[in-house]
């Protein structure tokens, strides 16, 4: 029996050049590039030097400070260049793939007979661990802590996102497998999310707490989700584990193979063909971008979403946790009296003079302009409108601002992440960078506190 | 080349110069900036502080127009020009150019000036620290000129300015940072430092105060006098005006306070384009709503004679405090202040309720200077912190119990 979530608070923003539902097998990539930046917190000790011959699912280097934790090649062939920074820092490491694809084989998991550790002990040795974040502090879960609940949110608000109901099709004894081994791992409950209206392969999964959700995004952000169902408190951990993850750990248990595939979708308004690639982790866009084509020579290609992806250049990568690639037009130019005008293009909370309440259905074509210049926090209650937590945005974050812990961790500061300040920063007037300072203040956090 | 790319190349040339601020506070005027975003979120929301700030301005307008005619309109009345007097807001006596021309000839001197002397101020602290020239000072701008009495001397507005832009927002770090709402702040600067030109009954009228002196030297003209209805009230008068005299405005004070029929226009428009906080005008209204029916209750119940100096403006009807002083105005363009006042939306009840509360308290018992809101409204920009601290606190409370409820 599942349960209704309705949130009322938050906003869609409706985009142009939404993927159409076809898949296309994207032109495989010659090099795969894995940033050890994409694992926030995580000091990279190097397995793989260049040179190196590896299989999928071999490791190319693993976490300093637990070292049972390995992040692994999403392809086999030749580590050809580790990309350092200043103090040696790794940037980047890039695998030549071979043509023909060799795994290492992990061997077929005993789910049903497997105790805790040792599912967390074959999911940190075959690079699976990677996948199981946790809050507070939005890094990848520690495996010395049990958490409270796992929570995975099927259901995708963000604008232009890739649709689960779609890239999930055919996955569900993947799904399955991953969602009973993970659930080994809690006391809780493996609270699994769908959208109300949605025809989800998640929601005939066993084993777990189904709920329903609606309303506008942020309803398909897993930490609205968790305030909802079960609120992070001082002191406790839930993990989260995205579904496209979920099945490439499920894939893993079942046949041993560390499979770094997804179904990633190619959108934005800019993009002549937009529709879904099956990629691997770690590919080139420029095999996906120039197959979809490119209508513009000024345009921004972000890997993930609009409003919590990363901007990468067009020989970049995609990202290790994301499964959509989106391009929008640059919107590097002045325009006149542009503060002052009536505006019908674009999208805005308020309703000095900008008429997007008129037109709630529009799809956006915006810009990565920012539409005015950063000031201190000005204006207040219009983030609250966006926001559904019971926790007061800008207070929350002028601690952070100030460095003060005791504020921060009274006002909430365990329960969020950045990406729960993603609607917050798009609305702010003052152009305030939101998930910046909240990524800074749990990064003071895990510094001060642990 | 175009104007545009001009003014990029120019940007360029001055970027990292002390001219800086100053310079992109003019491209920025002009020019909405080809500033991207970088990281985080890529695509951003129409609004900025500049839209922001403009809007509050659209909705002062109406009341800006208003304070012209009626300067002219009231000069004509004193000294006898005008003596048909129609019903109705669109009446022919009051629209007339020749009370146009006395309200753009002392009206626009004031808007002239607190612009210039203001942003001059912030140009230069924008230009000393390096930070860019903000946007706060283009209402405050307009609200000063709407909230002095009309024949103000240009040079102490100037230095009010000076003051209260300094002292009230540099400062603290500019806009954002202040405790107190800057326009307020000049306002009781003029207060207390001139106060024969801030209150009394000679100021709120153009040319009183030069007929009082022409009167006391011998002069034979009628003597009239120019007070406002709450400094007649305070000194135990009637009303004097009717009703609705009183609610479109053709009354004497301030500039820009007198109608309550545009103030209301400019509240709904402020609400309808979510930019006023509704929850601040309507507590504010309830406040005073509150206090007023006490006093009524207090004079219906006869605790206090006749005789009492508080007696009229005690038993003035509740919601005619809504209608006479500037009330309306203060709630519905001092508080409403972002910055100044309560930040969260549960504080924003109580600290209009307080505003509407106090203003009405402050009305009745100083008669000297019956104008209460502004007063009030400072004296609740200090305890916003405050009222907001607690609120936050009963979030925080919450957060609490739940983590014990989960122990137990």
Same mark, same amino acid.
């Given at each position: 029996?599942?349960?209704?979530?309705?949130?009322?608070?938050?906003?869609?923003?409706?985009?142009?050049?939404?993927?159409?539902?076809?898949?296309?097998?994207?032109?495989?990539?010659?090099?795969?590039?894995?940033?050890?930046?994409?694992?926030?917190?995580?000091?990279?000790?190097?397995?793989?030097?260049?040179?190196?011959?590896?299989?999928?699912?071999?490791?190319?280097?693993?976490?300093?400070?637990?070292?049972?934790?390995?992040?692994?090649?999403?392809?086999?062939?030749?580590?050809?260049?580790?990309?350092?920074?200043?103090?040696?820092?790794?940037?980047?490491?890039?695998?030549?793939?071979?043509?023909?694809?060799?795994?290492?084989?992990?061997?077929?998991?005993?789910?049903?007979?497997?105790?805790?550790?040792?599912?967390?002990?074959?999911?940190?040795?075959?690079?699976?661990?990677?996948?199981?974040?946790?809050?507070?502090?939005?890094?990848?879960?520690?495996?010395?802590?049990?958490?409270?609940? %796992?929570?995975?949110? *099927?259901?995708? #608000?963000?604008?232009?996102?890739?649709?689960?109901?779609? !890239? @999930?099709? $055919?996955?569900? &004894?993947?799904?399955?497998?991953?969602?009973?081994?993970?659930?080994?791992?809690?006391?809780?409950?493996?609270?699994?999310?769908?959208?109300?209206?949605?025809?989800?392969?998640?929601?005939?999964?066993?084993?777990?707490?189904?709920?329903?959700?609606?309303?506008?995004?942020?309803?398909?952000?897993?930490?609205?989700?968790?305030?909802?169902?079960?609120?992070?408190?001082?002191?406790?951990?839930?993990?989260?584990?995205?579904?496209?993850?979920?099945?490439?750990?499920?894939?893993?248990?079942?046949?041993?193979?560390?499979?770094?595939?997804?179904?990633?979708?190619?959108?934005?308004?800019?993009?002549?063909?937009?529709?879904?690639?099956?990629?691997?982790?770690?590919?080139?866009?420029?095999?996906? %971008?120039?197959?979809? *084509?490119?209508? #513009?020579?000024?345009?921004?290609?972000?890997?993930?979403? !609009? @409003?919590? $992806?990363?901007? &990468?250049?067009?020989?970049?990568?995609?990202?290790?946790?994301?499964?959509?690639?989106?391009?929008?037009?640059?919107?590097?130019?002045?325009?006149?009296f542009g503060w002052n005008?009536?505006?019908?293009?674009?999208?805005s909370?308020s309703?000095a003079l900008t008429?997007?309440?008129?037109?709630?259905?529009?799809?956006?074509?915006?810009?990565?302009?920012t539409n005015g210049e950063h000031r201190a926090f000005v204006v207040t209650g219009n983030y609250?409108?966006?926001?559904?937590?019971?926790?007061?945005?800008m207070?929350?974050m002028k601690?952070?601002m100030?460095?003060?812990?005791?504020?921060?961790?009274?006002?909430?500061?365990?329960?969020?992440?950045?990406?729960?300040?993603?609607?917050?920063?798009?609305v702010c007037p003052s152009k305030q960078p939101?998930?910046?300072?909240?990524?800074?203040?749990?990064?003071?956090?895990?510094?001060?506190?642990? | 080349?175009?104007?545009?790319?001009?003014?990029?190349?120019?940007?360029?040339?001055?970027?990292?110069?002390?001219?800086s601020p100053v310079f992109n506070a003019f491209h920025t005027f002009l020019y909405a900036p080809?500033e991207?975003?970088?990281?985080?979120?890529?695509?951003k929301g129409a609004d900025d502080l500049k839209r922001t700030m403009n809007t509050v301005i659209m909705a002062l307008v109406?009341c800006l127009?208003?304070?012209?005619?009626?300067?002219?309109?009231?000069?004509?009345?004193?000294?006898?020009?005008?003596?048909?007097?129609?019903?109705?807001?669109?009446?022919?006596?009051?629209?007339?150019?020749?009370?146009?021309?006395?309200?753009?000839?002392?009206?626009?001197?004031l808007v002239i000036v607190s612009y210039v002397v203001g942003l001059a101020v912030e140009m230069f602290f924008a230009a000393k620290n390096g930070h860019e020239v903000e946007e706060g000072y283009l209402v405050t701008g307009m609200l000063v000129p709407l909230i002095v009495?009309?024949?103000?001397?240009?040079?102490?507005l100037a230095v009010a300015v000076i003051f209260g832009v300094v002292l009230g927002k540099e400062v603290f770090g500019g806009t954002g940072m202040n405790i107190l709402n800057p326009a307020l702040l000049i306002r009781a600067f003029l207060?207390?430092?001139?106060?024969?030109?801030?209150?009394?009954?000679?100021?709120?009228?153009?040319?009183?105060?030069?007929?009082?002196?022409?009167?006391?030297?011998?002069?034979?003209?009628?003597?009239?006098?120019?007070?406002?209805?709450?400094?007649?009230?305070?000194?135990?008068?009637?009303?004097?005006?009717?009703?609705?005299?009183?609610?479109?405005?053709?009354?004497?004070?301030?500039?820009g306070?007198?109608?309550?029929?545009?103030?209301?226009?400019g509240a709904?428009f402020l609400?309808?384009s979510k930019i006023g906080s509704?929850?601040i005008m309507?507590?504010?209204?309830?406040?005073?709503?509150?206090?007023?029916?006490?006093?009524?209750?207090?004079?219906?119940?006869?605790?206090?004679?006749?005789?009492?100096?508080?007696?009229?403006?005690?038993?003035?009807?509740?919601?005619?405090?809504?209608?006479?002083?500037?009330?309306?105005f203060g709630a519905v363009y001092m508080a409403t202040d972002p910055v100044s006042a309560s930040q969260?939306?549960?504080g924003k009840?109580?600290y209009?309720?307080?505003i509407?509360?106090?203003?009405?308290?402050?009305?009745?018992?100083?008669?000297?200077?019956?104008?209460?809101?502004m007063?009030?409204i400072l004296?609740m920009n200090v305890?916003a912190p405050?009222?907001d601290?607690?609120?936050?606190?009963?979030?925080?409370?919450?957060?609490?119990?739940?983590?014990?409820?989960?122990?137990?």
């Open positions: 029996m599942s349960k209704d979530i309705r949130i009322k608070k938050g906003l869609d923003i409706k985009l142009q050049g939404e993927a159409e539902q076809i898949t296309t097998n994207a032109v495989a990539s010659n090099v795969y590039t894995i940033l050890p930046i994409d694992f926030h917190g995580i000091i990279p000790k190097l397995v793989a030097k260049a040179g190196t011959i590896v299989k999928a699912g071999e490791p190319l280097f693993y976490n300093k400070s637990v070292e049972s934790m390995n992040f692994v090649s999403p392809v086999s062939g030749e580590v050809i260049e580790v990309v350092r920074g200043e103090k040696r820092k790794i940037l980047a490491v890039k695998v030549k793939a071979d043509k023909e694809q060799s795994f290492q084989d992990n061997g077929r998991f005993n789910i049903e007979a497997a105790s805790a550790d040792s599912i967390k002990e074959h999911l940190l040795k075959t690079g699976c661990w990677s996948f199981v974040k946790q809050r507070p502090y939005d890094i990848i879960a520690n495996p010395e802590k049990s958490p409270k609940s %796992i929570f995975v949110s *099927g259901y995708a #608000s963000a604008p232009l996102a890739a649709n689960y109901d779609y !890239v @999930l099709k $055919g996955k569900e &004894v993947e799904l399955q497998a991953a969602i009973t081994a993970l659930g080994k791992l809690t006391e809780g409950q493996v609270h699994v999310t769908v959208g109300k209206s949605s025809n989800s392969p998640l929601a005939g999964l066993n084993d777990v707490s189904l709920h329903k959700i609606s309303g506008p995004h942020p309803s398909g952000n897993v930490g609205t989700q968790i305030a909802k169902i079960d609120p992070v408190n001082k002191g406790e951990t839930v993990w989260t584990v995205s579904p496209q993850d979920l099945v490439i750990i499920g894939e893993l248990l079942l046949t041993g193979r560390f499979n770094a595939e997804r179904i990633v979708s190619v959108s934005g308004s800019v993009v002549k063909n937009p529709k879904y690639y099956k990629a691997k982790i770690g590919a080139e866009l420029s095999t996906m %971008i120039y197959d979809a *084509g490119v209508d #513009s020579e000024n345009f921004r290609l972000i890997s993930g979403n !609009v @409003l919590t $992806g990363s901007a &990468v250049k067009p020989d970049g990568f995609l990202g290790y946790y994301h499964n959509e690639v989106v391009l929008i037009p640059e919107g590097d130019d002045y325009e006149l005008k009536p505006i019908f293009n674009k999208i909370t309703r008429f997007s309440w008129l037109t709630p259905n529009k799809k956006y074509d915006l810009t990565t302009n609250e409108e966006v926001f559904p937590l019971d926790i007061y945005p207070q929350l601690a952070c100030v460095q003060d812990l005791d504020e921060m961790e009274a006002l909430g500061m365990y329960e969020v992440a950045p990406e729960d300040f993603a609607l917050t920063e798009f939101h998930q910046e300072i909240i990524r800074k203040g749990l990064d003071l956090m895990i510094k001060e506190i642990g | 080349m175009a104007l545009k790319d001009k003014l990029h190349d120019l940007k360029v040339k001055y970027s990292g110069t002390k001219m080809n991207v975003t970088h990281s985080g979120g890529h695509i109406p127009i208003f304070g012209m005619f009626n300067a002219g309109y009231q000069h004509h009345v004193a000294t006898g020009e005008i003596t048909t007097f129609t019903e109705g807001f669109f009446r022919t006596e009051f629209w007339t150019w020749d009370n146009l021309v006395v309200g753009l000839w002392k009206v626009l001197p009495p009309i024949d103000i001397p240009l040079w102490m207060f207390f430092a001139y106060p024969t030109w801030m209150s009394g009954d000679k100021v709120w009228v153009h040319g009183a105060v030069e007929r009082t002196k022409e009167i006391a030297a011998g002069a034979n003209v009628d003597a009239i006098s120019g007070e406002t209805i709450l400094g007649g009230l305070a000194q135990g008068k009637d009303l004097g005006y009717s009703v609705m005299d009183m609610f479109y405005g053709f009354i004497p004070g301030s500039v306070e007198t109608s309550t029929l545009l103030i209301l226009l709904a609400i309808f509704w929850r309507l507590s504010a209204l309830l406040g005073a709503i509150v206090m007023g029916l006490i006093f009524n209750f207090v004079v219906d119940q006869e605790w206090i004679s006749q005789g009492s100096k508080f007696y009229t403006l005690m038993s003035t009807e509740f919601w005619q405090h809504l209608i006479i002083g500037g009330f309306a969260t939306n549960k009840w109580i209009g309720f307080l509407g509360f106090i203003s009405i308290l402050i009305r009745v018992f100083n008669p000297a200077y019956p104008e209460g809101v007063l009030a004296l305890f405050t009222i601290h607690y609120v936050v606190q009963g979030n925080v409370k919450k957060r609490m119990k739940r983590l014990k409820a989960k122990t137990v």
